[in-house]
């Protein structure tokens, strides 16, 4: 049979879908792991247990305790730090070990991220499966990983030192902000990989604005959900929509100057978690309602990822009202903030595929 040189770009263009769909694959499994690492973060966090561990040790410490001695040493070192004091003194090494566990399961679930992200990376270039131009961008992310498990435990020194019974909300929400930076990268050069070339949709410019500020504001909304969280504010002003009978707290100003209201006084920072939520929720309505009334105009990808969107914003507004309500519940407070990554992820994918909009 004579060569037909028009067979060699088809088996090209499918080796590339083919590989292409691999990496994307990979990335997937990525993000969902650090998705499942800022759940897991989320319940150390409302448990208590992120202080348990009190030893930086990215290799070693991949082992918990094998021996008696091993555990009484560790229990040892937990007693001499404030959190001890003050709110477990007494405590058994049968009720430490219920804290240690999830803190062990949190930072092995990080190391677990790096091998799953560096293997398959080191593999894929060496194969030319990834392009050189997405290399750099790969390489940065998985940088941008391990300043992740330092920072960790730049915030977790925190809570060492005296009078702290819990880590600072300063670090803590630096610490979530370059998670959800990490997630963010990865899901977007997962999609990127995926679907490489935007399609192209005429006048959809403002709904892809209108998109762009959707996510904004859902990252604003989850950044002062991290103040709630470290200020422990979710644990008063337990009604909605009022705060102690009040729609604006009588308090929200007292803290001279006043920006260290925003972050540090605790009805300010509930109030504001509160008002942002409410006006995300605004945000995306208008945009899934403007999607809907284009949505001739719309591929069908985007439809569908508008779908989800308005989904995953009714059960987190109301997961949010429930968590509030229940005083901060532990079932509650980690699906509300395991769906916060969820809607993150929906806006990202919307505003995705609007990339080709004009």
Known sequence: MPFDDRTFPSAEA???????????????????????????????RLTGSG????????????LPPL???????????????????????????????GIFWLEWAHRLWGRLIGVVFAGP????????????????????????????????????????????????PYRLVLHLVLALTLFAAVF?????????????????RRLRIMAGTSAGLIALTIVAGGFVAGLHAGLVANTFPLMYGHLFPEH???????????TENIDAVQFNHRLLATLTAMMVITTVSFGIAARPYLPTACRRALMALSGALMTQYLLGVATLLSAVAIPLGVAH????????????????T?????
Not at 133 to 160: E, K, N, Y
Not at 252 to 262: E, K, S, T
Request: one cysteine or more.
């Open 14 to 44: 499918a080796s590339s879908r083919r590989n292409r769909r691999r990496v994307a694959i990979w990335l997937f499994i990525v993000a969902f792991m650090l998705w499942g690492m800022v759940v897991l973060g989320g319940a150390t």
């Open 51 to 62: 202080l348990s561990i009190m030893e930086w040790a990215p290799l070693s410490g991949a």
């Open 67 to 97: 021996s008696h001695a091993e555990w009484e040493r560790i229990f040892a070192l937990y007693q001499k730090i404030p959190q001890y004091k003050l709110l477990h003194e007494g405590m058994s090494l049968a009720a430490f070990k």
């Open 121 to 168: 990376l080191i593999y894929f270039a060496v194969r030319g499966v990834i392009s050189r131009r997405m290399i750099p961008r790969l390489v940065l992310i998985f940088a941008l990983g391990a300043l992740q498990g330092a920072v960790g435990w730049f915030m977790v020194a925190s809570g060492f030192e005296a009078g702290a019974d819990s880590v600072s």
């Open 188 to 204: 977007w050069t997962a999609l990127s990989t995926l679907a490489p070339v935007p399609t192209s949709i005429p006048g959809g």
């Open 252 to 262: 929200y100003a007292n803290l001279d100057p006043f920006l260290l209201n925003l």
């Open 337 to 352: 903030q395991a769906m916060a990554v969820v809607l993150l992820a929906c806006v990202m994918t919307v505003a995705h």
């Open 354 to 358: 609007l990339r080709g909009a004009k």
